[in-house]
């Protein structure tokens, strides 16, 4: 399996940085990873680092490649959100750690991709967005029912209102996982919080794929320049993790 990939995780405008990421990669597989922590909530931070220990942790000590991809990203995610509810157990209910989450699993020339909330993964191929995943939002309903555009989402003053998260109450929250997405030579993966994708276009997610040689973790350090300048000076932590296609 050749792949390229990449981490960032800046600041931008906030006291403390809440999000946690990671790429893990074997020989058979890699395992791209972002969890935002609420900063709404009390210790967002710990949500988010527990969530993706229990999920790295898993991947580790499973056979890879995985014999059943959505079953473990679904019991990956169930893990994490019962371990974030756990620790969080004895503070009220309101104010318990929570956080989103996007991952995606790359194996055997494809792909498969969960998250829960406004965490995304996008999809990029030949300088457009191929795809993306779709936020659990009040927002995301509106454009589905097109009711309003995903340009008139951007500044909707619901466009921060999750439906959905990991941590706070008890029973595992509404998650979505794919099918196999094929992988063709020099497609870029791009998992990432909402302080990434948020204020830029689809045609500003797919400067991820520029083409060079080695250049992913430059092109994911200026998507995230980006970002944060477009949203100056009320920018949210800007986490992503990229990976790029190379072959088999």
């Given amino acids: 399996m050749q792949i ?54 898993l991947f580790v000590e499973s056979k890879q490649p995985i014999f059943d991809p959505q079953g473990f990203l679904y019991m990956a995610l169930s893990r994490a959100h019962d371990e974030v509810v756990r620790v969080g157990a004895d503070v009220a209910v309101d104010f318990r750690p929570r956080a989103t989450c996007a991952i995606c699993l790359v194996q055997e020339g494809g792909s498969f991709w969960a998250h829960i909330g406004d965490s995304r993964i996008y999809q990029v191929r030949d300088g457009q967005v191929l795809g993306r995943s779709r936020d659990h939002s009040h927002v995301e309903v509106l454009i589905q029912e097109g009711a309003i555009s995903e340009e008139e989402a ?24 794919t099918s196999r997405k094929q992988l ?5 993966l791009l998992a990432c919080s909402d302080g990434l994708w948020s204020g830029l276009s689809d045609a500003d997610m797919a400067e991820i794929g520029i083409p060079g040689d080695n250049n992913l973790v430059e092109n994911l350090k200026n998507l995230s320049m980006k970002a944060l300048n477009v949203n100056s000076p009320y920018s949210d932590n800007t986490t992503g993790t990229a990976l790029r296609w190379i072959g088999a």
């Fill in 184 to 188: 063709e030579t020099g497609d870029v």
């Fill in 154 to 177: 951007q500044d909707h003053p619901m466009r921060n209102f999750v439906e959905c998260c990991i941590g706070g109450d008890a029973p595992v929250p509404d998650m979505s996982i």
């Fill in 4 to 57: 390229e990939y990449a981490k960032v995780s800046a600041l931008g405008d906030r006291q403390d940085n809440q999000d946690r990421a990671a790429v893990v990669v074997s020989e058979d597989a890699a395992l791209l990873l972002v969890f935002d922590g609420m900063g709404g909530h009390s210790d967002g931070a710990v949500a988010a680092e527990t969530g993706l220990k229990v999920v790295q942790d």
